[in-house]
């Protein structure tokens, strides 16, 4: 996510900043904070207009100090939805969406749970969704995050919601960071994963269609543990347990047991905040910041869910010694 800010300055605790640069308050919206780390729900904005440029700051400042923002009741079509987005950046156009994303929008991709999904792999998307997320923490991810260059941010409205179940939650790592120990803080600053698409997927007996579609399509980047947002200069715990393989530099026993301690801490429910969707909601988050949890309540309800995201191009991150993340295979900067 660009921003036209200035540059951040004074250093409050762990490795975060605080900003000089706050923008105007707008007449008539409104920033409500939800929970006490992350979360914030932004009133009085139609997005289908065109907004002036103090709107647009507002939206990004409470998306960089909230991590994740919510908007309610919005009309936005597709056309709008990439509108708004390209306020804040360049929409990502994907090589490869499912058959449910529309044509005629490249920048957006169709999530439709039961429509979709472990359907194209000969599975029931219950099993292919216990298959990927066989533990607790397996499923918490950011978009993406195995590319050399994950995306900035990303916009997701809901069309079609169940009556009850299917809601998202997101933590935040920048606070996850800085409630670690000083020692243990000193310790992952230093340190590096690799993060692979589709670690820890649970292969069916015989011959399994999504197991050869990750061989076939294999994306690695070795990224820092703790990264430096290019925005806000916090170092942000940059682990999810749906993409890291291994700490770098490691034995696979020591690196496991980092890697739970560090997935349960960024995940603690203090750092979170949980969004019950509502059809023309749209939640508005920084991928460089958070995690988060797409639901698995829903999966056995016979009611659709039916979501629209636009994700914008992001940067190749950079950890606490200066050093950027490293390629491995299948990705390289700005190549969808």
């Known amino acids: 996510m660009t921003t036209d800010s200035g540059t951040p300055r004074q250093t409050r605790r762990a490795g975060q900043t605080q900003r000089t640069d ?77 058959s449910a994303s529309p044509a005629d929008f490249p920048e957006v991709e169709t999530t439709a749970d039961r429509l979709e999904l472990g359907g194209r792999f000969g599975m029931e998307h219950e099993e292919w969704l216990g298959r990927r997320r066989h533990t607790l923490l397996r499923g918490w991810h950011c978009d993406h995050g195995a590319r050399i260059d994950p995306p900035a941010a990303t916009i997701l409205r809901a069309e079609t919601v169940p009556p009850y179940g299917g809601d998202t939650t997101w933590s935040n790592l920048a606070a996850a960071y800085a409630g670690l120990s000083a020692p243990v803080r000193a310790f992952v600053d230093g340190l590096r994963a690799e993060h692979r698409l589709g670690v820890g997927y649970q292969p069916r007996p015989g011959d399994d269609a999504y197991l050869r579609h990750l061989l076939d399509h294999q994306v690695a980047s070795v990224h820092p543990l703790v990264r430096v947002h290019p925005e806000t200069g916090e170092r942000v715990l940059f682990v999810n347990g749906y993409y890291v393989e291994q700490i770098t530099g490691v034995s696979r026993p020591e690196s496991a047991a980092l890697l739970e301690m560090l997935l349960e801490q960024a995940v603690r429910p203090e750092y979170t905040v949980r969004f019950r969707w509502e059809p023309g909601s749209v939640a508005f988050w920084d991928n460089r910041a958070t995690i988060h949890l797409a639901p698995s309540d829903s999966t056995h309800l016979e009611f659709p869910r039916i979501m629209h995201r636009v994700m914008l191009a992001g940067d190749v991150p950079v950890g606490v010694d200066g050093r950027r993340s490293q390629a491995v295979v299948g990705t390289e900067p700005g190549r969808w």
């Open 22 to 98: 706050r923008p105007e308050p707008v007449a008539g919206i409104g920033v409500h904070p939800v929970a006490g780390h992350i979360g914030a729900e932004i009133t009085g904005v139609d997005l289908a207009d065109a907004l002036d440029a103090a709107v647009v700051a507002l939206i990004r400042e409470a998306v960089l100090r909230w991590k994740v923002v919510f908007f309610r009741g919005q009309r936005l079509d597709h056309a709008g939805h990439v509108a708004f987005a390209s306020r804040f950046g360049e929409p990502v156009v994907l090589g490869r969406r499912g």
